[in-house]
């Protein structure tokens, strides 16, 4: 079960913070991540992270978002720093659980994120 918060509404340059709880599945979970989707455009992955906290992000975002993990309060974090108006979308966090027969990924509900000029 994932729950994300900490969207809203911010100004160019401005900084937020996303958090992402975890529970229920948290010994399993493989590699976690953040993706978006901007109005009327199709879901993109921002960026994973995994157990031993090696993160991987897509060129737009480098140097502005990062991605880390707190596991002893079983919560993912993005840092979104000098946003910009594309960065505008709902976010959502994800987990790779490993199950006895593979791997599914498990999506939170998101949380809008909207930068405005």
């Known amino acids: 079960h994932l729950v994300e918060s900490g969207g809203g509404l911010v100004q160019v340059g401005a900084s937020l913070r996303l958090s992402c709880a975890v529970s229920?599945?948290?010994?399993?979970?493989?590699?976690m991540g953040w993706h978006r989707q901007a109005p009327g455009k199709q879901r993109e992955l921002v960026g994973t992270?995994?157990?031993?906290?090696?993160?991987n992000y897509v060129d737009s975002v480098k140097g502005r978002l990062t991605i880390s993990r707190d596991k002893a309060k079983n919560t993912m974090y993005l840092q979104m720093n000098s946003l910009k108006l594309e960065d505008t979308a709902v976010y959502y966090c994800?987990?790779?659980?490993?199950?006895?027969?593979?791997?599914?990924?498990?999506w939170g509900q998101g949380t809008q994120v909207t930068v405005s000029s």
């Open positions: 229920g599945i948290i010994s399993r979970i493989n590699r």
């Open positions: 992270i995994t157990n031993d906290a090696r993160t």
């Open positions: 994800t987990a790779d659980v490993q199950l006895p027969d593979g791997v599914v990924t498990e």
